[in-house]
């Protein structure tokens, strides 16, 4: 094998780790939560297990090794020895961070100190001897020769679950060995469902001048006894499917509910129908399966039996299997920009129809009317193909909450709403710091300690509640907790400490609030480690309004804070103001504009040689001159013919832009100017009209301040607490 | 196609020839990705005086530069007759606006003379050699000086 097809396959299993690690975080926070049904153990456990799978065949010791610990006390959750309590989980979450450490560390190929992560070890270990017996070691790397599945020491006890018995008949055919499976580790797999009886049927076995060395002799018949359900008995199977004849049989149970498992089989292998028709389906199957002779109480044992099984399985299964493609990110990109020429020469075909006098032809307008719409449409889909669900995004946040609340010694727990909104994956990925931003804000600064909980009358346990959801056409995500709300007179007495107001200010609690959002602004009165290094919220408003949104911030003392920001569901378009300038079309994001005005004779004022105001209900603010300030024009325009935009920048400056009319308000397909010229002060992209042309999007932040410097860029740093 | 790894060293290479005022000048065919005809350019603001604008190429922004303003002869005024020569450049695509594509003139390397020693400036930052084709004679400019300065290429 070539190093590059490893390097591909190490590649793939770090992409699989990935998922296996959400899975199983997911998995976590449920059974934190108090969901520990066996669904969700099993999923955790197949999760780590996979990942402790991989790792041993890349030889990545370490992991394996720490993933083993982990596996094990997964395991004694899993068959009941362990009870999931919130000490054991809280064990296991600091656990399941650990190994994701671990395998970042492992594709960065860098080395983590054992040292470092020696006292989780420890803490899971410790966990599996609790009841005082001796952990059974296992082999972690197979032999391929040990035949020995004497493994009653690892079958857990029954529980009080209903036992079920299992005839399992189990033939490999060569294939089997050909693809490298290993019939020991699916008997093994299956004595960890319960309790395994294995008898091998030798019988088959040619004498020693006629064997093939390649063939497959030996078939096995084993006696199970498990609380499992039969789908997770076949699911054992299911990496040898179609390598081996396997039958399952359930004692006690008539052979209708076989025709169930079947389907539930296929449709656990991907290839079902939509679940919700599927119990409807079996129980009309079994029933045409009951052969007229049967006694009347077979049939509604097996349709009792069956049909909550395949309820239970057909949930699973429309939670765990939609089908979905790996497609790289440049394709999707491509269809995008294809989409968006799409949409310009439709726009562009319109116009020509119109000129052309076409107008009169209605067939040829309703034509163009059903191209719009189709071309919306696709529009619409391609852009939901780069949307993705904050999902992953939330997950992060709880351990950012676990690590800030253990350094600072509080208690929290993490709420998460709405983690199925979707949302474009840039977006996505430039929220990641600005979220872990405020979160680790709303822990450190936010959340009182128990003490002060309990004095405050609250449990001493703290809420961080993190949505997302869909509100006309944007994304709002939310922070709150009930902590103890923002302390007004300390943000104030700061405010004027660091000069940035003046001592007599008269200013609403809002006001007050919104200094938060200040440069350089920072109150804790002691600079943790987590967070009040200085840069503080100015900069999660600063990306958040490079991201085209907004950010807002209520409080209630003694109640907590919340800390709402509403964004763009896509980067790839923009809703837009198109104003005439001097003869060209200028785009005004919509976001910047607070209200659009007429000035009238005496509201200008001028100060200074070129400097004007305007007077907007009593407040001055500067107005620009679009115009001269891109250099369309010298000389400015007058204002009285001209329309005045009322802007709020990212600092919360308002400012008035002069522009000569107002076109209409519209959506917009931004282009890069960058990629062919650079960037432009004050632009801060460009969009192709109806008529083909390109007209530039005006940076409203840029433009107000003046200067280069100040441009919101992407790179934002961040101090990095923790 | 012709091999590169030949062409490169001894045979013929082959140029587009183009009109700017009186002067005739050529670029490699090589980096010419597309001729077009001329369409109204949306101006940028604080953009030099030789880049005049932006316009449309089938979606993708491409700025123009005026090769005559950019060589100091003077602003080209656009007629039905001028020509945008779409370039790449690296990663770059931008459009060059001349007065007319003349020719495609296929020459040796070896043909090729050093540029005449005198004081335009012109001469020194855009032209690296000069062809004599029938009694013409022809610069071969190079691409990159004749950019936009972006802020990609000063950071």
Redesign the interface.
């Known amino acids: 094998m070539t190093v590059d097809t490893m390097a591909a396959i190490r590649q793939t299993f770090f992409q699989e780790c990935e998922e296996q690690l959400s899975e199983m975080e997911l998995g976590l926070l449920a059974m934190d939560e108090g969901n520990a049904d066996s669904e969700t153990v099993n999923a955790v456990f197949r999760a780590v297990h996979s990942i402790k799978g991989g790792a041993g065949a890349f030889k990545l010791t370490a992991l394996v090794q720490f993933a083993h610990t982990f596996e094990t006390a997964l395991d004694y959750v899993r068959s009941g020895k362990l009870h999931p309590s919130a000490d054991v989980m809280k064990a296991m979450l600091r656990a399941a961070d650990v190994l994701a450490d671990l395998v970042a560390a492992s594709r960065d190929g860098k080395e983590i100190d054992e040292s470092s992560y020696a006292g989780v070890a420890a803490d899971v270990k410790a966990l599996t001897t609790v009841e005082g017996e001796e952990e059974v070691e296992e082999v972690i790397e197979f032999q391929p020769t040990v035949i020995d599945f004497g493994l009653p020491d690892v079958a857990p006890e029954p529980a009080a679950a209903p036992v079920h018995e299992y005839r399992v008949g189990f033939t490999p055919r060569p294939e089997l060995y050909l693809n490298g499976n290993e019939t020991v580790l699916i008997v093994r797999e299956l004595s960890r469902l319960g309790n395994a009886e294995v008898s091998c049927d030798v019988s088959a076995v040619p004498d020693l001048d006629t064997i093939d060395p390649n063939g497959a002799y030996l078939s096995w018949n084993i006696k199970l006894s498990s609380e499992a359900p039969i789908e997770a008995v076949r699911e054992v199977f299911e990496f040898v499917d179609g390598e081996a004849e396997i039958s399952v049989e359930a004692d006690g149970q008539p052979e209708v509910s076989d025709a169930a498992i079947a389907a539930l089989l296929a449709q656990a292998l991907g290839n079902a129908p939509p679940a919700e028709a599927e119990p409807a389906a079996t129980e009309t199957n079994s029933e045409e399966h009951v052969q007229p002779a049967p006694a009347p109480v077979e049939v509604i044992a097996s349709e009792t039996s069956a049909a909550p099984q395949v309820a239970e399985a057909s949930k699973a299964v429309a939670v765990q299997t939609q089908t979905t493609i790996r497609v790289e990110f440049d394709r999707v990109d491509r269809l995008i ?2 989409v ?2 799409l949409v ?1 020469n439709q726009a562009m075909l319109s116009q020509r129809v119109i000129e052309a006098n076409f107008a009169g032809s209605s067939s040829v307008i309703i034509g163009l009317e059903e191209l719009e719409q189709l071309t919306r449409e696709i529009q619409e889909s391609v852009m939901a193909i780069r949307a993705q669900p904050v999902k992953p995004l939330f997950q992060r946040m709880s351990r950012i909450v676990r690590e800030v609340a253990d350094a600072t010694g509080k208690q929290v727990r993490l709420k998460t709403d709405g983690e199925a909104t979707e949302v474009d994956k840039t977006v996505v990925e430039r929220l990641a710091e600005p979220l872990t931003h405020m979160i680790r804000n709303a822990v450190d600064h936010g959340i009182e300690s128990p003490e002060e909980r309990i004095a405050a009358g609250k449990s001493p346990e703290g809420n961080v509640r993190l949505s997302a959801a869909h509100r006309s056409g944007r994304i709002v995500i939310e922070i709150s907790d009930d902590g103890a709300g923002i302390n007004r007179p300390k943000v104030r007495a700061s405010a004027i400490k660091k000069g940035l107001i003046s001592p007599d200010a008269q200013l609403s609690d809002s006001d007050i609030d919104n200094l938060l959002f200040l440069p350089g602004f920072s109150t804790a009165s002691t600079i943790s480690n987590i967070s009040g290094r200085g840069v503080g919220m100015d900069v999660v408003k600063r990306s958040i309004l490079a991201l085209g949104g907004r950010i807002s911030i209520s409080s209630r003392p003694g109640l907590g804070s919340t800390f709402s920001m509403s964004l763009p569901l896509t980067l790839a378009v923009l809703d837009g103001m198109a104003v005439s300038v001097a003869g ?1 079309t200028l785009v005004v994001p919509l976001t910047a504009i607070v209200e659009t005005l007429k000035p009238k004779k005496g509201e200008i004022h001028a100060i200074g040689a070129d400097s004007r105001v305007m007077a907007i209900r009593n407040t001055f603010v500067p107005l620009i001159d679009v115009g001269t ?4 024009r010298d000389t400015p325009a007058d204002p009285e013919r001209s329309v005045a935009i009322l802007v709020e920048t990212g600092g919360g400056a308002r400012n008035a832009l002069l522009v000569d009319s107002i076109q209409d308000q519209r959506q917009v397909v931004i ?13 801060a992209a ?1 969009t ?1 009209l109806g008529d ?5 999007i005006l940076d409203v932040d840029a433009l107000v301040t003046g200067s280069f410097e100040e441009q919101l860029g992407g790179d934002v740093h961040y101090g990095t607490g923790g | 196609m012709q091999d590169v790894g030949s062409s490169a060293n001894s045979a013929n290479r082959e140029f587009v020839a183009f009109r700017v005022g009186a002067q005739e000048f050529c670029i490699d065919i090589m980096g010419v990705r597309e001729i077009r005809g001329w369409t109204p350019a949306t101006p940028l603001p604080h953009a030099p005086a030789y880049v005049r604008g932006v316009i449309n190429l089938r979606g993708a922004v491409l700025p123009i530069v005026d090769l005559a303003m950019r060589f100091g002869i003077g602003l080209t005024e656009p007629t039905a007759r001028s020509v945008i020569i779409v370039v790449q450049v690296y990663q770059q695509v931008v459009g060059l606006l001349v007065d007319a594509v003349s020719d495609i003139l296929t020459t040796s390397e070896a043909s090729m003379q050093p540029t005449p020693d005198v004081a335009s400036d012109l001469a020194k930052t855009f032209v690296k050699g000069v062809y004599a084709v029938e009694g013409r004679m022809i610069s071969i400019v190079t691409l990159e000086s004749v950019l936009p300065i972006s802020a990609k290429a000063a950071a």
């Open positions: 920009n294809l968006g020429e310009i060209q300030q891109m250099g369309f282009k890069s100017l960058e990629a062919n010229y650079g960037t432009v002060e004050g632009i460009a192709i083909g042309r390109v007209a530039l």
